[in-house]
């Protein structure tokens, strides 16, 4: 198939590699000069693992350009834009949606089928669709299920395929099998629905992975007033396979680029709707979610005194989760600031997210190997949990230290370990 990808961000580039990789010939368009470049050099701009070895610039079927003129050889168009939160709001801002079909429409014709993979508020896709009728196009929906840190393996073997197509198109999903082909082959399970069913999938899934999350953290709340292990509490109710033990670590809460962002722009969908009290629940999700963040601040004062000014804090992490260098909306740098706020001197690291880290917060002190960054410290704070922090020798730890006072904001250290070789450590909701 001839495929184009409008948007060569994290979803984009990642979709038009894997759209390569499976055989077709691809083009990427994106009005970034310099992420374009980039692109087509065969560099990936974030870090995402596998990606780099899919965009090699010898590979024939894929190409990157500006032009959005080149979609006209192409026969599907993806959309993957970003849909961000509207500025002082909560709902998504589609934006950048709107702009990249309204650029197509000149360069699509009768056969051609848009394709959208951004996450957006329910109702979009029939819009879009009025939208692209003119031109004897047709539009289906194809929400991304991408997590960040496997996003290669999640494209191209997914764990299902979700297809929202007008009722009236019967050639939308043929195209959509064609180009999943292989997926499909290796038993890949296919969703064949209406427009807004589709829609719903993604940020419906996305709400009740974040109520899974707060709800264990919530289960820490009470764990730290009473005495009780969230952590074996997490594994007890895990076994019962209604419930299952995946997305119940307790810890400084979730972030990045999708989760707060979707459940907040539901939400104000749902208002609109008029349903607004169906979603009320996810407010207080996201409160919870944001409370944890405080915590970790709170446990590394108590821990020291009462009183960060001129304390040495090492931050362990700044990207919202292992195997990215994303920092939206991460709890971990949030973390970092918070301490700075309270009076901290703070030293940061992350194996790959250090230079973004830089971008948001430029006057934050980042240095590149872990032993600079404990040297000296009064206090470590691990708040994303990378194997290179999980697996550190708290004996070797405890000499470049000045002091013995660890936070594990992700509950991923071995306490025991930790206490035996002279630490106070603190975990969230362990005691």
């Keep these: 198939m001839r495929i184009s990808v409008i948007g060569c961000g994290y979803l984009g580039a990642v979709h038009a590699a894997c759209m390569a990789e499976l055989g077709h010939d691809v083009v990427g368009i994106d009005v970034d000069a310099s992420k374009i470049e980039n692109l087509a050099a065969g560099r990936a701009p974030f870090f995402e693992p596998g990606l780099g070895d899919l965009l090699s610039p010898d590979n024939a079927r894929l190409r990157f350009t500006t032009d959005i003129a080149a979609a006209e050889h192409a026969r599907v168009h993806f959309i993957a834009v970003g849909t961000p939160q509207v500025a002082g709001g909560v709902a998504a801002d589609l934006t950048y949606v709107n702009a990249a079909v309204e650029a197509l429409l000149p360069h699509i014709g009768p056969g051609h089928l848009v394709v959208g993979k951004s996450t957006v508020p329910v109702g979009t896709a029939a819009r879009l669709a ?3 009728a003119p031109t004897g196009a047709s539009l ?5 299920f991408l997590r960040e840190g496997f996003a290669v393996s999640d494209t191209l073997s997914p764990d299902r395929l979700v297809y929202g197509v007008d009722h009236r198109d019967d050639r939308a999903a043929e195209v959509l099998d064609e180009i999943y082909k292989r997926p499909l082959e290796a038993g890949t399970p296919r969703i064949v629905t209406d427009y807004a069913t589709a829609e719903l999938v993604k940020v419906s899934a996305n709400a009740f992975l974040a109520t899974k999350i707060s709800f264990i953290n919530a289960m820490a709340e009470i764990a730290e007033v009473t005495g009780a292990d969230v952590t074996t509490l997490a594994d007890a109710i895990g076994y019962d396979a209604r419930i299952g033990r995946r997305f119940l670590n307790a810890g400084v809460g979730f972030g990045g680029g999708c989760l707060p962002k979707d459940i907040r722009a539901f939400q104000a969908r749902a208002e609109e709707l008029g349903v607004g009290h169906s979603l009320a629940f996810l407010a207080d999700v996201d409160d919870v979610n ?5 915590r970790v601040v709170d446990l590394v004062t108590e821990n020291l005194g009462g009183d960060l000014t001129g304390k040495a804090v090492t931050v362990l992490g700044l990207a919202f989760k292992p195997e990215s260098d994303d920092v939206r909306d991460s709890p971990a740098l949030d973390v970092a600031q918070r301490l700075v706020d309270a009076g901290a001197v703070v030293r940061a690291t992350d194996p790959e997210a250090i230079e973004t880290a830089r971008r948001l917060r430029p006057h934050l002190d980042y240095v590149e190997s872990i032993q600079e960054a404990v040297s000296g410290a009064d206090a470590i ?19 470049w230290a000045r002091g013995r006072v660890v936070v594990d904001g992700r509950n991923c250290l071995d306490a025991s370990d930790w206490r035996s070789a002279g630490w106070t450590y603190a975990g969230l909701g362990r005691p």
Excluded: I, K, S
Aim: glycine share 4%; net charge negative; hydrophobic share 45%.
């Design 290 to 294: 944001l409370r944890r963040r405080q």
């Design 140 to 144: 289906a929906w194809n929400p991304e």
């Design 130 to 132: 009025e939208l692209v």
């Design 381 to 399: 704070v691990v708040v994303t949990e990378w194997h290179q922090f999980r697996e550190l020798d708290p004996v070797e730890v405890a000499g």
